[in-house]
């Protein structure tokens, strides 16, 4: 199954870009005007902090394993980055929070969730799996850093290559809670309560979130669990009988088939948009990816007898989708809370089936989402109606502008092109201009053009290139 919503929600702006005292960025030279713009911000440096979210409950290690042995798939992806291998933090942490006081015994893993809780990982938890690479403890570092610089060298803190080192530490192993939290984990990753995990967010950094999981998510509000397993059902049925709405609510003590099943907003279950909230407040939507693997989603429940592996469970929510992994039966069941997350993301949010042999596509396609997010390229479907026929080439209807640090924005003004794609080296008294690109090669976007800068001065540190185009013509 492939999953790959609408346009973001923070891509869509309103016609009028302008306010008291910033530079008029308005779009309106074609007519008629067209009905939508996008907005990309295109960092001067490529910095992606990407945080993995593993599921390390009992029915995920042959995951794990496919998914680590495909992270070469994802580091040849990213290294096809117009500059090469962007500068990456890469920090994992696992799907276990501390649930709190609870009438419950689910053991440490639950209570408290010791060295987890949104802790980022420095070592290999899999007991059968030996490390190739390892974090090295440089500086208290929890997080893999991989930084280009001026001589072309990288400045690492691990050993081995990228791929083995990430692979050591996302073998989380099988000994964590069974009340998969991923929502609450990332978030408690990031929000500043572990004083061990500084330094892994950079600012003006683009931030990813990668979760592979075979559960939907269960985060959740304390009370959930110290309510009685005659209530709300026993084990992680607890989870689905809060966290969904279906045309009839879910028995916690009996078997059931259910139909027309939505997201539950107002149970003892956190609310996904809180999370896709927490994310864009952190960084603003036009910095953000998202990539869930996990089960499919469905709208048609079922609960009844489950066994995975050795463990079966008398009622559980049951499977949407089935696999072999590594010769070894494999589920994963509805992702629908995950799914609900993820929609928050529009172009920036990824699906893909936990339930296949093979995660290399997944991997790859993880990368690629986030080359395409930093790139140069143009998203949405770009009005292609020639702004300037006086201009050789396709002149869009777009403004470019320079923002620095500080906040500063300084419009950069179209390119005098001698040819469709020869920009003048005449700038006049001009510092910079700029003019399209075709490159199917690197944009896999629908206009499949990237911004071209020309400037005769350097453009100061961390200074993003934000880039506004007419969508919706004929």
């Given amino acids: ?128 799996f030996t490390c190739q690479g390892a974090l090295a403890p440089v500086a208290g570092e929890r997080f893999l850093s991989d930084i280009g610089m001026p001589d072309g060298s990288r400045a690492i803190n691990y050993t081995g290559g990228l791929d083995q080192a990430l692979a050591c530490i996302s073998h989380v192993g099988t000994a964590g809670c069974g009340f998969e939290s991923p929502l609450e984990a990332m978030e408690r990753a990031l929000d500043g309560r572990h004083p061990e995990n500084a330094g892994f967010l950079r600012d003006g950094a ?43 609510r879910l028995s916690p003590s009996q078997p059931g088939a259910y139909t027309n099943c939505t997201v539950r907003t107002d149970s003892s279950l956190i609310d996904p948009s809180t999370y896709a909230s927490f994310l864009t407040g952190l960084k603003g939507s036009s910095n953000i990816a998202v990539a869930v693997i996990a089960g499919e989603p469905a709208q048609s429940l079922g609960i009844g007898p489950l066994t995975i592996g050795p463990v079966t469970q008398d009622l559980a ?94 419009l950069i003004r179209p390119c005098h092109m001698l040819g469709p794609e020869q920009p003048d080296p005449d700038m006049g008294s001009a510092t910079a201009c700029w003019w399209l690109k ?3 090669a690197m944009c896999q976007t629908e206009s499949q053009l990237a911004l071209q800068i020309e400037r005769t001065v350097a453009a100061a540190p961390n200074t993003k290139t934000r880039v506004s185009c007419a969508l919706g013509a004929p």
């Fill in 317 to 410: 929510l049951l499977p949407s989708c089935m696999a072999k992994i590594n010769g070894n039966d494999a589920i994963g069941r509805p992702a629908l809370r995950l799914t609900s997350f993820l929609d928050n993301f529009g172009e920036r949010g990824l699906f893909r089936t936990v339930c296949q042999a093979d995660y290399a596509g997944a991997l790859t396609d993880i990368g690629n989402l986030l080359i395409q997010a930093i790139s140069p390229c143009i998203e949405g479907a770009l009005d292609t109606r020639d702004a300037d026929p006086t201009n050789p080439g396709l002149q869009p209807d777009c403004t470019v502008s320079d923002i620095a640090d500080a906040g500063d924005e300084h």
């Fill in 1 to 128: 199954m492939t999953r790959l919503g609408p346009l973001a929600a923070g891509g869509l702006i309103a016609l009028a870009l302008s306010a008291a005292g910033c530079p008029d960025r308005s779009i309106s030279t074609v007519t008629p005007a067209p009905v939508a713009v996008s907005t990309k911000d295109i960092p001067l440096s490529a910095d992606i902090d990407v945080l993995f979210v593993i599921d390390n409950s009992s029915s995920t290690q042959d995951k794990q394993k496919v998914f680590a042995d495909n992270y070469p798939k994802f580091v040849t992806a990213l290294s096809g980055f117009p500059t090469g291998l962007p500068n990456l933090h890469l920090g994992v942490v696992t799907t276990s929070v501390d649930i709190g006081n609870s009438n419950l015994n689910p053991g440490s893993a639950c209570h408290p969730a010791t060295g987890q809780d949104g802790l980022l990982q420095t070592t290999n938890l899999d007991l059968g």
């Fill in 206 to 248: 683009f931030l990813a979130v990668v979760i592979l999981t075979d559960e939907d998510d269960c985060s959740a509000k304390n009370e959930l669990f110290q309510q009685p397993t005659t209530a709300v059902g026993d084990r992680d049925l607890r989870c689905s009988q809060q966290a969904y709405r279906c045309d009839q």
């Fill in 438 to 440: 075709s490159d199917p």
